[in-house]
């Protein structure tokens, strides 16, 4: 079953959460910043994780460079395919095969402190992999209504 499937129940439920100011551990990051967040609509919720459970479907399928049609042309401009691929490689071959993935939660921002702005989707995931639980943020940007990765992130926790 798709996240996306397990998520469109909780979808109707975020819009009610108000916008404010959120202690959050960004990607790459040990310590806790403050970003303004808020829930994404539901329909930029839908769309968010179609792009998530593609790129999801695209890493179990075995492909080299999952989610790379999926990345943003910024990106592009600054992470090569070959780096793409090499991160992939090493979650693999660190933490064997993606057995599953589930959503933790997704929120809305429109900065982050690398300097991304913009409408900005962090979806939040836990993945169980053959030797190691992970942590998978996938950042996601709209470029004239269409959801594209910004960036991938991972942190083992357990």
Same mark, same amino acid.
């Given at each position: ?9 909780? %979808? ?21 910043? !403050? ?11 839908? !769309? %968010?994780?179609? /792009? ?7 890493? +179990? ?5 999952? &989610?790379?049609? *999926? ?5 592009? &401009?600054?992470?090569? +395919?070959?780096?793409?691929?090499? /991160? ?5 071959? =660190? $933490?064997?095969?993606?057995? =599953? ?13 690398? &300097? ?10 836990? %993945?169980?992999?053959? +030797? ?5 943020? *996938?950042? *996601? ?9 910004? =960036?991938? !992130? $991972?942190?083992?926790?357990?």
């Amino acid at each position: 079953m798709s996240i996306l499937i397990k998520v469109l129940s909780l %979808a109707l439920f975020s819009t009610f959460v108000f916008a404010g100011e959120e202690k959050v551990t960004l990607p790459n990051s040990t310590k806790q910043q !403050n970003i303004k967040t808020w829930a994404p609509t539901p329909l930029e919720l839908q !769309n %968010a994780l179609k /792009v998530t459970n593609e790129f999801i479907s695209e890493y +179990k399928e075995g492909n080299s460079s999952p &989610g790379w049609d *999926l990345v943003s042309d910024d990106l592009k &401009g600054s992470v090569s +395919k070959d780096e793409w691929e090499a /991160v992939f490689s090493v979650l693999k071959n =660190s $933490y064997g095969e993606r057995k =599953s993935s589930e959503f933790n939660r997704a929120i809305k921002t429109n900065k982050l402190p690398s &300097g991304l702005a913009g409408d900005i989707i962090l979806v939040i995931l836990i %993945a169980e992999f053959e +030797k190691e639980k992970i942590g998978e943020t *996938l950042t *996601l940007i709209s470029k004239n209504g269409v959801w594209y990765l910004a =960036s991938y !992130n $991972y942190q083992v926790i357990g």
